[in-house]
């Protein structure tokens, strides 16, 4: 191990260590809010580069926001400058996908300099569909049509599924504006955030050579806050991973707060099934709150119906001064912005639109972090 790094292990607990220092093969760490699950990352990506001499370009570490890629960049940096490694690509899943359709979404009829819409952008062209079928009207809202389309994306429906499977008439109107935003969206060669996920998952799909590609670059693949995946994310992990298998995530089965963008807990309930063989680590000791708060929030998940047992303590001293935080932050939209043809490829740091939001409030925000 390079000078400077011996250390590394000593700023974790026996969990983080074990979890840290695993080999090959697939990974998955389970734990509450502040109990160093970035942490894990960071050290794990450290891990694999400065002392198991993995190229840091062969490592995908991927996040929700911009600013707990930034967060996580940092963090990594921090680890590895004085060792005078580099670090890998830390990303959104929405600029990884933006970098990766920029080189090979040509493969998939993508023109280079496609253009990303934004939610503004998105509204607007929804309201056009609306006005030109004159399906504008008080029960069913532009704002109300952008859902349910972002809705049936994230669930990966398409199209022609949407018009045969709506139900009622609310459903059918949603089906039609869908069908015509689509076509509008191909006409100009723009797509929107969620079909960033979409096109890539498509490009894995359709193109071998580009999925091979892909395999080969990332040999490590890690996530954080994986409960928070959606469906087509859960599928952009699974194609890149289901070869070598190298795939590391850390989650909260307790917190997930994309429920209403398309976040399936059972990627996480699931994942053992997913990837046979998997090693579980849980980490128990939280860093950031007091016991008693612990045990309240012990106490409000374990009504969750879905849900991975975990156990939650803390050496921290149960004092009634400290307060849990909310955030009020809004969801993070992944905050490209529109017309980006003549942006930059997005990468981790510059990604397109990095003014980061955090934190939605939510379940979440109740609960310490
Ligand atoms: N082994 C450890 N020793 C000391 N502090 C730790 C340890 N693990 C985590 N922490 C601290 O706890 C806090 C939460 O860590 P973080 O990785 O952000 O947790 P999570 O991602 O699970 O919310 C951070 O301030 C981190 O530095
Ligand atoms: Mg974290």
Not at 233 to 258: F, W
Not at 260 to 288: H, M, S, W
Request: proline share 6%.
């Amino acid at each position: 191990m390079p000078a400077g790094l011996e250390r590394l292990l000593d700023d974790l607990n026996p969990a983080q260590r074990e979890a840290v220092t695993y080999g090959e093969g697939p990974l998955l760490v389970l734990a509450g809010a502040g109990s160093g699950k970035t942490r894990v990352i960071a050290y794990r990506i450290a891990w694999l580069t400065a002392s198991q001499g993995m190229s840091p370009r062969n490592l995908l570490a991927v996040t929700f926001t911009n600013k707990a890629a930034g967060e996580m960049a940092r963090r990594v940096e921090g680890l590895l400058r004085p060792v005078g490694v580099g670090a890998p690509l830390i990303a959104t899943f929405h600029s990884a996908c933006v970098r990766i359709l920029r080189q090979h979404g040509k493969h998939i009829g993508l023109p280079s300099h496609f253009t990303i819409y934004d939610e503004d952008d998105r509204l607007a062209l929804v309201k056009e569909c609306m006005k030109e079928g004159e399906l504008a009207e008080r029960s069913f809202t532009p704002s109300g049509a952008v859902h349910r389309i972002s809705y049936m994306k994230n669930q990966m429906i398409s199209v022609a599924d949407a018009l045969r499977d709506a139900r009622g008439p609310w459903e059918k109107k949603a089906a039609l504006v869908y069908s015509r935003y689509e076509k509008r969206m191909k006409e100009v060669g723009a797509v929107d955030f969620d079909d960033l996920l979409l096109c890539t998952v498509r490009l894995y799909e359709t193109v071998p050579e580009a999925l091979a590609w892909y395999r080969g670059l990332w040999r490590h693949m890690l996530v954080d806050e994986y409960q928070d995946t959606n469906r087509a994310q859960y599928k952009m992990i699974r194609l890149l991973t289901a070869e070598h298998r190298n795939i590391c995530v850390v989650g909260d089965p307790d917190q997930s707060i994309y429920k209403f963008r398309g976040a399936d807990i059972r990627n996480v309930l699931e994942f053992e099934q997913d990837y046979p063989g998997t090693k579980v680590v849980r980490l128990e000791q939280n860093y950031r709150s007091t016991q008693r708060i612990l045990s309240l929030a012990s106490a409000v998940i374990a009504h969750n119906v879905q849900r991975k047992d975990k156990t939650l303590w803390t050496e921290n001293a149960s004092t009634r001064s400290r307060r849990a935080t909310a955030s009020h932050c809004s969801p993070s939209p992944p905050s490209l912005r529109s017309t980006s043809a003549a942006r930059p490829p997005a990468g981790s740091r510059s990604s397109p639109g990095s003014s980061a939001s955090s934190r939605p409030t939510g379940p979440r925000s109740r609960l310490p972090r």
